[in-house]
C-alpha cells in the first residue's frame, strides 16, 4: 500500500546547526508534498510545502527539495534555534488523501 | 479568519460506547479530513469528504464512520469503542480544487479520546 517512509525519527542538533529531515514515498500518483511542524500539545502547522514541478523551495530557515524520480523529497534548516524543537511531520498527497510520515522529534540544544 | 475547531476537546469514554466527534471547517473550506495520531502510528489517515462525499478513506474498521453537512462541517463516529481507540483525532479542512488537484490542509486542535 501507499506509505511515507521518515528518517530520522529522532535528531538531536547543536544551536546554530543544520538539520535534515528525509522521507521517501511509494504512490508515484503524489504531487504535494508538505511539511508539518507539531509542537507539544499543539496542532500540527504547515511550515513548508513543495508541488511536484518544483524541485527545491526555501522560506528563510527552511528549504524543502523534491527528487521525483528518486521518490525523496527533504526538510533543511539552517542556522537551528531553540524554538525549532518540535516533532515534524512530512506527507505525500495524491488523490484526496495525505499520507504522512512518522515523524521526526528535532531537538535544538542550546 | 477563525480557525479549524473541533468539539469536545477532551473525553473518557468506556469499552464497548460509542462517540461523536464534530469538527468546523476554516470558512470556506469545503474539503475536511480526519486523521487519529498515536504515539507509535503518527498520523493515520481516516477519511476525507468534500461536499458532502466521501471521496477517499483509510485502513480503518467500519466501526469508524463520518459525514458531512451541507455547511461543510463534519463529524465521525466510532461505535462500540475499544481500549486501541485511544488517540488525538484531527481534523483538517481545505480549499481543494473540485477536480482533485493538491491543496493545503490546516488542522484543528484535535480531540483526545480516552477509552478505559
Known amino acids: 500500500g501507499e506509505n511515507v517512509e521518515q528518517h530520522p525519527s529522532t535528531l538531536s542538533v547543536q544551536e546554530g546547526d543544520s538539520a535534515v529531515i528525509k522521507c521517501t514515498y511509494s504512490?508515484?500518483?503524489?504531487?504535494?508534498f508538505p511539511w508539518y511542524k507539531q509542537e507539544l500539545g499543539k496542532r500540527p502547522q504547515l511550515i513548508i510545502d513543495?508541488?511536484?514541478?518544483?524541485g527545491e523551495k526555501k522560506d528563510q530557515r527552511i528549504a524543502v527539495t523534491l527528487n521525483k524520480t528518486a521518490k525523496h523529497f527533504s526538510l533543511h534548516i539552517t542556522e537551528t534555534q531553540p524554538e525549532d524543537s518540535a516533532v515534524y511531520f512530512c506527507?505525500?498527497?495524491?488523490?484526496?488523501?495525505?499520507?504522512f510520515g512518522t515523524g521526526t522529534r528535532l531537538k535544538v540544544l542550546a | 479568519k477563525a480557525g479549524v475547531t473541533q468539539t469536545p476537546r477532551y473525553l473518557i469514554k468506556t469499552r464497548g460506547q460509542q462517540v461523536t466527534l464534530s469538527c468546523s471547517p476554516i470558512?470556506?473550506?469545503?474539503?475536511v479530513s480526519w486523521y487519529q495520531q498515536t504515539p507509535g502510528q503518527g498520523l493515520q489517515f481516516l477519511f476525507e469528504y468534500f461536499s458532502e462525499t466521501q471521496r477517499n478513506k483509510g485502513n480503518f474498521p467500519g466501526r469508524f464512520s463520518g459525514r458531512q453537512f451541507s455547511n461543510s462541517r463534519s463529524e465521525m463516529n466510532v461505535s462500540t469503542l475499544e481500549l486501541g481507540d485511544s488517540a488525538l483525532y484531527l481534523c483538517?479542512?481545505?480549499?481543494?480544487?473540485?477536480?482533485?488537484?493538491?491543496?493545503?490542509?490546516?488542522f484543528g486542535p484535535g480531540t483526545r479520546l480516552t477509552v478505559t
Open positions: 483538517a479542512s481545505s480549499l481543494p480544487p473540485a477536480s482533485g488537484g493538491t491543496y493545503e490542509q490546516y
Open positions: 506527507a505525500a498527497s495524491g488523490t484526496y488523501k495525505y499520507i
Open positions: 513543495i508541488r511536484s514541478n518544483v
Open positions: 504512490d508515484s500518483a503524489s504531487n504535494y
Open positions: 470558512s470556506g473550506h469545503r474539503s
